[in-house]
């Protein structure tokens, strides 16, 4: 290739930091350069462009109004002066884009993120492929390094005993939904539309009014409708369009930084797949997809493509397919089954869809999730079978923390829960809370720092089990202000704890979440997803230290877990000991749910 | 008969899309062959600066348009690709289309005169287009030298002081208005491409300096040190109005009975601003001497908006703001006999008479 000659020349009073490692970079590639020293008039550059014979000028200049005109300008003096047609231009900046730069006249633009590689290819006159990043954009199966042996031996003998109690109590029983969720499966697996009527007729019956008036007459529930066939159209078109120009940035500085999770559940899948776009082009590594809240008290899903003017995106699988559909094919996809009246439908849906993680936890979802303690257990075990038919690995989250049960009683269950599982033949992962929950602002744990008591629930939970960490959900909870820039800091330094204590994945928030009044934004996603990658940058391998303090409250809360599995031993009735508040009372702020209360069926 | 048309822009938001679009749309209603390109980037629903909407292009069924690939499923228009061509800008190489479903366009076109013309008799010679319009971008107006006439859109977003902009919309008026070298003397000039110091006979021996622009004070040293026995100086290429009144200080009266000739006046606006430039071109007739152009390009009218884009320091953002219509008009109408008009106030009936006229002469 011909060597070429270059001039780089910062058309602004100071900034030449770009140009300078950009030259660099040709020098290295043996392309001869000339670096004009900043503040010289568009004239004087001009000038040097005829003097020197260069093939290819760059051009940086910070953006701000009126610097347009002045770009055009000199674009203008380069064509009046009759170089434009012998020297190639490109403009560099931070507010610089390939629009701008059509719109300027120049013939190549380089924006935030540019590459010296990607000038060195506009120097040599070649296409710009990217490297992909040192970190590869692959799924990750977060669980796929453990192999759920237990340290803590006694604590595995309490929670099998516990185990076979609930597979005994739950063996001679059956569900409403868990005759949907087959009769669910037999509908998508069929191809006969007669066949499929059938069926639904039959599902209809399973189901409660509202959702039973929407199979026999076309009704929807109030504030729902239906997605038109222009809406669904435009969808496909948008998806189409995000995913031709998406180039996604990387979160995730070494490899050590875990997996990030966004939440969505705008009430629109449309919005919802909008925002889900946004946070892959910004990094995030998987979705979580939550439903609303009236879907879990209602028994049967509907069908087609519905929105509603709620919070929570309604479970259909049409709705579902949309957005698996519009997912980039690295992203990780988590549909939430850990509470309400359909969670095995639920885990079919996701199943048959194609989700790569589910979430199901009988003490949240009874505690805290307003499902009632007996029939959630039953529904729980069928979805958990669900959930290792289809190999998708479920987090067993413990957000009955937040109601104000202690992280101890939260932990008993989720052991619980994880043991069922691994007995079931799924693949659970521990959900700890990274949050300033309403039992530290009591007891004062979190009085000096949040890295301790947040710090000690990993200690513990890793001398018990070995098994994959999720932080949730998401991590920060109740640290966070109406102040996005606090907001995104707080997540990001949780972040960035909880890579250093080696946690495999996190779920975060926006910067707004607590506080948008609505659905959340966009840019406040963007936010704490660009200040997590901001804290794996700064703090690379480097590693927080905790005090003392985090040591002796992980032994205090093994040392919780135990009596509180040993309590519900001896009780000896998993279900019971909800009801009775073993795992969460109500003095706690824990109150078992009443939705779906004494409608568990005997098998026939 | 053909007509390539440009509007310019004195800056950004002075409603040059507003004029191409209005023309576009009068244009259709007499049924002329139309092509359409940019030398910029228009379309776009949000300003790339000012984050404010913008007017868009809507075009019909076979106008043909110069486009870069990125932005051909910009809009809601679908065309038939006619062909691709090496031209290549940061949206992609530029294609040229026929329009065959009628909405919106964003258009990015070529951007270098060079390439412009390519485009323009492609248009011509093998599409049959009859008008071109080229739509302007920013401030820039080099490339326009390749049309046969310019519209200049102006107004609020260049300078909201009313006396300034009509003085300045004047100078640029008076300045595409320099007097044209006559045919038989073209021949002299045409492949010059560097300053070409003329002796007292045209025919005679000519001094060519080290460039074509007239952008360093060493040339004007040059200059002054030959002028004894010039009687015309040729600067091909760009004037700098800077060195132009280095130039101006140190000839002074020696301009007397001497010609400064230029290839054609965007070289000069180019070069500075219109008011100083004209006050430079003014001093070299007050000293005795003559200022011609090779290649006139005329400006056909004036469109005016009294719009701009007011940045509130309080929000940190740009709304709009008006400046006064009726006495911008008046003033500008007063300052100038080519049509002056708010297009959107008035719409393009009389602009496109004004154009139409002007093809009629060139024909």
């Known amino acids: ?111 935030p993120g540019t590459t010296v590689e990607e000038a060195v290819a506009f120097v040599e006159g070649r296409e710009y492929k990217p490297l992909e990043a040192g970190i590869s954009r692959e799924k990750k199966d977060i669980t796929a390094a453990y192999d759920y042996s237990f340290r803590n031996k006694r604590i595995e003998k309490l929670l099998d005993n516990i185990v076979d109690g609930i597979l005994d109590y739950t063996s001679d029983k059956t569900t409403t939904a868990i005759l949907r969720a087959e009769i669910r499966r037999q509908i998508i697996d069929s191809t006969d539309e007669s066949e499929k009527e059938k069926l639904r007729r039959e599902y209809a019956k399973y189901c409660d009014d509202v959702v039973k008036s929407f199979y026999e007459a076309g009704k929807y529930r109030e504030k729902t409708r239906p997605l038109t066939s222009d809406e669904v159209k435009a969808l496909g ?186 007995r079931l033949g799924g693949k659970p992962i521990l959900q700890p809370l990274f949050c300033y929950s309403p039992e530290v602002m009591i007891s004062g744990q979190m009085e000096d720092n949040y890295i301790d008591f947040n710090a000690a629930k990993i200690y513990c939970l890793r001398n018990i089990i070995n098994a994959p960490i999720w932080c949730g959900a998401p991590i920060g909870f109740l640290t966070q202000t109406e102040d996005r820039v606090q907001s995104s800091l707080m997540t990001a330094l949780h972040a960035s704890l909880a890579s250093s204590l080696g946690v495999d994945a996190i779920s975060i928030a926006s910067s707004d979440e607590a506080f948008s009044k609505g659905p959340i934004t966009a840019p406040s996603r963007i936010d704490t997803l660009r200040a997590t990658q901001a804290s794996f940058r700064f703090f690379g391998h480097s590693d927080i230290t905790p005090t003392e303090n985090a040591k002796k409250w992980a032994e205090e809360m093994e040392e919780g877990i135990e009596k509180v599995l040993e309590s519900v031993v001896e009780n000896g009735n998993f279900v019971d000991a909800l009801y009775q508040g073993l795992l969460g009372s109500r003095e706690d702020g824990a109150y078992p749910g009443r939705a779906g209360r004494n409608t568990v069926l005997r098998k026939s | 008969m053909n007509l390539t048309i440009g509007i310019a822009g004195t800056a950004k938001n002075t409603g040059k899309t507003t004029t191409t679009s209005a023309i576009l749309n009068e244009l259709y209603n007499i049924k002329v062959p139309l092509g359409l390109t940019s030398i910029g980037y228009d379309g776009e629903e949000i300003d790339n600066i000012t984050g404010l909407p913008k007017p868009r292009l809507f075009v019909k069924e076979n106008t043909i348009l110069a486009i870069a690939g990125k932005c051909l499923k910009g809009g809601s228009a679908e065309y038939e690709i006619l062909e691709t061509t090496d031209i290549s800008t940061p949206l992609g190489n530029i294609n040229i289309v026929r329009v065959v479903k009628e909405g919106l366009a964003v258009i990015a076109g070529p951007n270098k005169g060079t390439q412009l013309k390519y485009v323009k008799d492609m248009m011509i010679n093998d599409l049959g287009c009859k008008i071109i319009l080229v739509d302007g971008a920013l401030n820039r107006i080099a490339p326009m030298t390749e049309t046969d006439g310019i519209i200049i859109a102006t107004g609020a977003a260049r300078n909201t002081n009313i006396d300034i902009l009509v003085k300045e919309t004047e100078a640029l008026y008076e300045l595409l208005n320099l007097p044209k070298v006559s045919e038989d003397k073209l021949k002299f000039f045409l492949h010059a491409d560097k300053i070409a110091l003329f002796s007292k006979a045209l025919d005679g021996e000519i001094k060519f300096l080290k460039y074509g622009s007239l952008i360093d004070f060493g040339t004007v040293e040059e200059i002054v040190d030959a002028i004894e026995n010039v009687q015309a100086i040729f600067i091909p290429a760009l004037i700098s109005e800077r060195v132009l009144k280095q130039l101006n200080d140190r000839l002074n009266q020696l301009w007397s009975n001497k010609t400064l000739i230029i290839r054609d006046s965007i070289k000069l606006i180019a070069g500075g601003d219109p008011q100083n430039l004209l006050k430079e071109i003014k001093r070299i007739k007050e000293n005795g001497g003559k200022v011609k152009t090779l290649q006139s390009l005329p400006l056909l009218a004036i469109t005016l908006n009294p719009f701009y884009p007011k940045y509130r320091f309080d929000k940190n953002s740009y709304e709009p703001g008006y400046i006064d219509r009726e006495e911008l008009l008046k003033q500008m109408q007063n300052a100038m006999e080519i049509p002056v008009i708010d297009i959107k106030q008035e719409g393009a009936t009389r602009l496109l008479e004004t154009v139409l006229n002007h093809s009629r002469i060139k024909s």
């Not at chain 1, 058309?11 to 392309?31: A, C, F, S, T, W």
């Not at chain 1, 001869?32 to 014979?53: A, F, G, R, V």
Request: glycine share 10%.
């Open chain 1, 1 to 111: 290739m011909k060597k070429k000659k270059v001039l780089l020349a910062p058309l602004d009073p100071v900034h030449d930091i770009g140009l300078k490692m950009i030259k660099r970079g040709l020098e290295q590639k043996g392309h001869d350069t000339l670096l004009m020293p900043p503040d010289h008039s568009q004239e004087e550059i001009i000038k040097s462009i005829i003097d020197n014979k260069v093939d290819v000028v760059l051009i940086s200049r910070t953006l701000g109004y009126g610097v347009a005109e002045i770009l055009g300008k000199f674009i203008d003096l380069a064509e009046a002066a009759g170089i434009r047609d012998k020297v190639k231009i490109g403009i560099g900046g931070m507010a610089i884009r390939p629009e701008l730069a059509a719109e300027l006249g120049f013939d190549a633009g380089f924006g």
């Open chain 1, 237 to 422: 078109k948008y998806v189409d369009d995000v995913n031709s120009r998406l180039n996604p940035l990387t979160l995730q500085h070494i490899d050590k930084n875990p997996v990030v999770f966004i939440q969505y559940g705008t009430g629109c899948p449309f919005m919802d797949i909008a925002h889900i776009k946004s946070c892959e082009a910004w990094g995030a590594n998987g979705v979580i997809h939550f439903d609303p809240s009236w879907g879990a008290r209602t028994e049967g899903f509907l069908e087609g493509y519905i929105t509603h003017e709620e919070d929570g995106s309604i479970i259909t699988y049409e709705n579902l397919k949309s957005i698996k559909e519009s997912l980039a094919p690295y992203t990780l996809w988590q549909v939430r089954a850990h509470r309400g009246l359909n969670t095995p439908e639920t885990v079919v849906l996701a199943g048959k869809i194609g989700a790569d993680l589910t979430k199901i936890n009988i003490a949240y979802g009874s505690l805290s999730g307003g499902t009632d303690p007996e029939r959630l257990t039953v529904d729980a075990v069928a979805a958990i079978k669900y959930a290792a038919e289809f190999g998708m690995p479920f987090d067993v989250v413990t957000n009955e923390e937040l109601s104000g049960v202690p992280a101890f009683k939260a932990f008993a269950g989720m052991l619980i829960v994880s043991k069922l599982g691994l």
